[in-house]
């Protein structure tokens, strides 16, 4: 979980200081890392669910 609240830290940063314009794919990036082990970690009981987003996550980040 540190990692994943210092990836939500760096969200905020780049939000607040605009630097998510300039790198829009790193921050889509990082931002979908963070979405994706906070909704794991809320599906962790329910294998069919876990393993579906699971999945999406790993496609969606391969193509960022």
Known sequence: MVGTG???VLCLLLVV???YREFPVFFA???LAVVATIVLLG???NAS???IIYW???VLSIVL
Do not use: E
């Open 29 to 31: 990036s990082v931002s």
């Open 6 to 8: 210092l990836a939500a």
């Open 43 to 45: 599906v962790s009981n």
């Open 49 to 51: 669910y876990y393993s």
């Open 56 to 58: 999406t996550y790993d």
């Open 17 to 19: 200081r605009r630097y």
